[in-house]
Nanobody
Framework: VQLQASGGGLVQTGGSLSLSCAAS????????MAWFRQAPGKEREFVAT????????LYADSVKERFTISRDNDKNTAYLQMYSLKPEDTAVYYC??????????????????WGQGTQVTVSS
């Protein structure tokens, strides 16, 4: 499975962005999906995860109430809607997939497929 993340860009504080993760070579309905991010000089961190049927959502405390993860299995795509963006949200955002045995995907150690990353920059 290949994952292609897109939708990043430059936005001002308080703005919004929508990220997409399009899959090819396999059906994402067979995977738990997640978004991670990595800021300069920091380790990659968990952002949000969603189960195969759209349930089992979980968010990092830092993005709760501001970000929304979703998926459309018919379109073979996962999404991350980001609102009220802050400078500390600046990072490269990666989508990821893990087998359904992982109800929630919160650690990179069990990721089976990674997307290539898309840069999100929030200016102050």
């Amino acid at each position: 499975v290949q994952l292609q993340a897109s939708g990043g860009g430059l936005v001002q504080t308080g703005g919004s962005l929508s990220l997409s993760c399009a899959a090819s070579g396999g059906a994402i309905s067979k995977y738990t999906m997640a978004w991670f991010r990595q800021a300069p000089g920091k380790e990659r961190e968990f952002v949000a995860t969603i189960g195969w049927n759209g349930g089992s959502k979980l968010y990092a405390d830092s993005v709760k109430e501001r970000f929304t993860i979703s998926r459309d299995n018919d379109k073979n795509t996962a999404y991350l809607q980001m609102y009220s963006l802050k400078p500390e949200d600046t990072a490269v955002y990666y989508c990821a997939a893990a087998p359904l045995t992982r109800v929630r995907l919160t650690t990179g150690a069990v990721v089976e497929y990674w997307g290539q990353g898309t840069q999100v920059t929030v200016s102050s």
